[in-house]
């Protein structure tokens, strides 16, 4: 069985790529000839992390200047490869693009795959629905939130966000190393981020909020984990504010256990989510997390996540400075075995994927 991967928005160590490796990562390989398209100019670790796993990755970028190029490309390709699925992931309707290509070069099954609970192009969403609904043969989302918002009333299928429990659960041998690597001191609260730089993730809001916190004359530090777009816009917004001693850019950062494991509270304002991936994550970790009201309460499976308004910085520093310590061993396994109950733990749900690409191919074949 042959099937291609499309994340549109091209790929990165995000939470698209993130999702689409770990799920790869436990599926039987063996039994599926699986590649990759990268929409973007791709980093070398990125491309060879896929390729380690057997996992072909093919190139074609998707420039909004030279539409017509990539998809004459991308056409190609799929006529040479004939591929039995394409499994597209977005969050709108220009997933229609790669879905019309995929049906015009006879691929039989076509996923989309709803990641988001809203968009950035509204007006070309809207133009493009009708067509979009004709040209998929299977919808999917990682949330009831991200279904609705784009599949409306119509049947979709849900495909959890699901992690590896071993990767992300507490490791105090781990948060000691990295600590002292950061020049951490016992007291000294670890505030941490992570998430692409854009308009989305809403950094600003965190160098706001640690402009607030740093006149308390608290021992804390933020640290910010990602690249993007506007990664060197907030480096000159911190620079501007004076808060180079206070928030640390980390880049992209690849052992999350540690990096978890070594803070106190971790923070995502988002002004949108489909279903964060780093929310699992740190629920599994057993860190003390909180996060923006516009992210889907379909992500909090524990008492360790707070959900607080982003019109509200208040109440964001209010429960920073009443953190209060906890046995995050402990923690850490009990919200492990309550994630299990909600269908998170990717060793088990990755049968589920492996069944709905065994049924579609049954299917059209």
Request: proline content about 4%.
């Given at each position: 069985m042959k099937i291609l991967h499309i994340p549109t928005g091209g790929l990165f160590s995000d939470g698209i790529g993130t999702f689409i490796y770990s799920y790869l990562e436990y599926m039987d390989l063996n039994k599926y000839d699986v590649t990759i398209l990268a929409t973007?100019?791709?980093?070398?670790s990125d491309k060879e992390k896929f390729e380690y796993l057997g996992v072909k990755v093919i190139e074609i970028e998707r420039k909004k200047s030279n539409l017509s190029k990539y998809i004459y490309k991308l056409k190609k390709l799929m006529k040479k490869e004939k591929f039995d699925i394409i499994h597209v992931h977005g969050s709108s309707a220009l997933?229609?693009?790669?879905?019309l290509t995929a049906k015009i070069a006879g691929i039989p099954v076509r996923i989309a795959h709803s990641h988001n609970t809203t968009c950035e192009h509204h007006k070309l969403d809207k133009l493009l629905r009708p067509i979009f609904y004709r040209v998929y043969t299977q919808a999917c989302a990682c949330s009831v939130s991200a279904g609705q918002w784009l599949f409306e009333e119509?049947?979709?299928?849900?495909i959890h966000n699901a992690r590896d429990v071993n990767k992300y659960q507490y490791d105090a041998i781990k948060r000691k190393k990295l600590r002292e690597e950061l020049l951490l001191s016992d007291e000294t609260i670890a505030l941490g981020h992570v998430g692409r730089f854009n308009t989305q993730k809403n950094q600003r809001f965190l160098v706001s909020l640690m402009e607030r916190l740093v006149i308390k004359n608290i021992d804390l530090k933020l640290f910010l984990v990602g690249t993007g777009d506007t990664l060197e816009e907030i480096k000159k917004l911190v620079i501007q504010k004076k808060l180079e001693d206070n928030i640390v850019f980390l880049g992209q950062f690849d052992d999350m256990k540690s990096f978890v494991s070594s803070m106190d509270?971790?923070?995502?304002p988002s002004l949108y989510e489909g279903l964060p991936l780093v929310s699992v994550e740190w629920q599994i970790n057993g860190v003390k997390s909180i996060l923006s009201d516009r992210v889907t309460q379909e992500c909090?499976?524990?008492?360790?996540?707070?959900?607080?308004s982003i019109d509200s910085m208040e109440l964001w520093e209010k429960e920073i400075l009443n953190l209060s310590t906890s046995d995050r061993e402990r923690v850490s396994l009990q919200n492990i075995q309550l994630i299990r109950n909600a269908g998170y733990d990717i060793s088990l749900e990755v049968k589920e994927i492996e069944e709905l690409y065994n049924s579609l191919y049954d299917i059209a074949n």
């Open positions: 973007n100019p791709l980093l070398k997933m229609s693009i790669e879905l119509k049947n979709y299928e849900i509270i971790m923070l995502l909090i499976y524990t008492e360790t996540v707070q959900q607080l």
